[in-house]
């Protein structure tokens, strides 16, 4: 059997993007986390925005580009970091010690995650998200570790979109 590499989905507006998001939600557990790739304003924050209506998330979310990280409370912890603005991540993530919510009691969505793969754990799964055609989006879900192929296959199969 070959292996599930990927899920392609299209979103043509925020709204829809927020709703696949929330649907995604549903396979998320604590220690799990979501690498978010893509320009900037394509729609990473967004995305989160959706993770956190489906994780019982009431609270506004907004973007942690000045603070780093910012911390929800909704059926698990949700931690959302934002690597934008630090020159040099890897450092940034050792003298913050960013890489302990890697391994918390909650999920970590972490935008612009590619800036420091190395520090993401071995099983995690990667949205990226690019401007598609008509002002859309294009929304690519890469798992990285068997145990995200074998999640990621099932929800696929089993959410309607």
Known sequence: MRPYTYLHLKSNSEERTIEIA????????PGDV??????????????????AEGMG???????????LV?????????????????DDPWTSMEDLGLEEYFFGDGVTAIEWGEKVFGYLPPEYIQVE???GDGGGREI????????WQKRL?????????
Do not use: M
């Not at 690498?35 to 990473?44: A, D, I, N, T, Y």
């Not at 910012?70 to 630090?86: A, F, K, N, S, W």
């Open 34 to 51: 979501v690498s978010l790739k893509g320009e900037l304003g394509v729609g990473k924050t967004c995305f989160v925005k959706g993770l």
């Open 22 to 29: 929330r649907k995604f939600a549903s396979t998320l557990r």
């Open 57 to 67: 998330v009431e609270e506004l979310v907004t973007s942690p580009s000045f603070t």
């Open 129 to 131: 998200i690019t401007f």
């Open 70 to 86: 910012h911390e929800y409370r909704g059926t698990v912890p949700l931690y959302h970091i934002d690597l934008y603005r630090l």
């Open 153 to 161: 296959k099932e929800w696929a199969t089993n959410c309607t979109f």
């Open 140 to 147: 690519l879900f890469r798992p990285f570790g068997q145990g």
